[in-house]
């Protein structure tokens, strides 16, 4: 069962992971990062793991609301190493 953390802020920083069942929610300042899956299943548990998700997705609408966005992010700089196995 997940639960909210007061620290988890969105956009805040590049270090917070929040877990919902077995979905993961990762803190980046330019994006909120959500992987895997979680079961909203029929019970006190399923109400309980909603109402974060619920609260954390309000959380991330107050906060992009708050903010003068771009139309959208340009694409990551990326750059070319050499394999270190070859």
Known sequence: M???SQTFVPYANESDVLNIGHLT?????DRVTLCGDVD???DQAGLADARVL???LGDIVAR???M???A?????ATRTVDNPFE
Do not use: D, F
């Open 25 to 29: 929610i990762e803190n980046r300042v």
């Open 2 to 4: 997940g639960q909210l």
């Open 64 to 66: 992009l609301e708050a």
């Open 72 to 76: 959208t992010l340009p694409a990551p």
């Open 40 to 42: 909203l299943t029929a």
């Open 54 to 56: 619920h609260r954390l």
């Open 68 to 70: 003068a966005l771009p």
